[in-house]
């Protein structure tokens, strides 16, 4: 790892092409240390064949990448020692135990005791959440308790990078949460790198975010900065009355960008978009208050779903093509 700036995995006009069909194209990826970075797409969008470059499983066409400082063409086997993966589909012993499972597991990374082994399996048991199903065969397990299983599995040697392919994507509501709280215990330990498109999964414990659309990276950074949406940060004011001139004199504050209005049953809804957040928290509202002639009923920051952003973003990019 890059210890001066903190990145885990990151990559150089990376690109895959398999015959015609180009599956990455000049992909640019910074993967923070001990970060949740979820990694979003529509299917077919290029996240399995990104993982799968990453982790020396398949040749780039072009470009480069490197985890954890290590050249992933030339030192996959250095890189693959402290990664823990787990496929979108993962297998096990079906007829063994979730322990039996894990010890099996674990004698592939350690040979000391026991004891020692026995010990990090316990660990691992009690971190998924199946301490209590550890004696029971896989094969009555349900999807949820598998995955959770999968993810002691890719953990088990201690990982500085863990990276999962759809974690939770064919689990029910209680199955996916049950996932994601494994997921959120792990960020002490590692950096958790995943791909879904599970939306609502990413907004509820990823801070970090990119999407892929097409092979092509179109949006990248922190949860709350890709959360902004295209305007930025944006206040949201409905007001009665009838503001003379509010436009122009809010025109005026450098710390405003630009402003939009309309009619709502009496009412007139603002939107403020705004530049310098802090400024505007702290006058916004008292700017808009000084006017006599209106009442504020409504003020708040607009909040955008990463649902909303997903669409608007590859949606845009799609009109592009």
Not at 239 to 267: D, M, Q
Request: hydrophobic share 40%; proline share 5%; glycine share 10%.
């Amino acid at each position: 790892m890059d210890e001066k700036n903190g990145i885990v995995i990151e990559t150089h006009g990376l690109s895959k092409s398999f015959g015609q069909v180009q599956a990455l194209r000049g992909v640019d990826l910074r993967v923070p240390r001990h970060s949740i970075f979820g990694f979003l797409g529509p299917n077919g969008a290029g996240k399995t064949t990104l993982m799968k470059v990453l982790l020396g499983l398949s040749r780039p066409t072009a470009g480069s990448g490197t985890i954890f400082g290590h050249d992933i063409l030339t030192e996959s086997v250095a890189i693959r020692e402290r990664i823990g993966y787990l496929p979108q589909r993962p297998r096990f012993i079906e007829h063994m135990t979730a322990r039996e499972n894990l010890v099996f597991a674990a004698k592939f990374f350690f040979s000391g005791p026991q004891a020692k082994i026995q010990q990090r399996c316990d660990e691992m048991l009690e971190l998924a959440g199946l301490a209590d199903k550890a004696d029971r065969p896989i094969k009555g397990f349900s999807g949820g308790e598998k995955q959770r299983l999968g993810i002691a599995l890719a953990q088990v040697n201690y990982p500085d990078l863990l990276i999962l392919d759809e974690p939770a994507s064919a689990l029910d509501p209680l199955g996916r949460q049950a996932v994601l709280d494994v997921m959120a215990r792990l960020r002490k330990y590692t950096t958790v790198f995943y791909s879904t498109h599970i939306l609502d999964d990413v907004q509820r414990v990823s801070d970090t975010v990119a999407i892929l659309n097409r092979g092509e990276l179109v949006a990248s950074g922190p949860i709350e900065q890709i959360l902004n949406g295209k305007d930025g940060v944006v206040y949201t004011v409905a007001l009665k009355g009838a503001p003379s001139g509010l436009g122009e004199r809010l025109a005026e504050l450098p710390w405003v960008a630009h402003t939009a209005v309309a009619p709502r049953n009496g009412t007139s809804i603002w939107q403020v978009s705004v530049s310098n957040e802090a400024a505007a928290e702290k006058n916004l509202l008292r700017y808009v208050l000084a006017d006599p002639a209106v009442t504020v009923i409504e003020f708040s920051r607009k909040k955008y779903e990463l649902e909303e952003i997903f669409i608007e973003i590859v949606k845009g990019d799609d009109d592009g093509c």
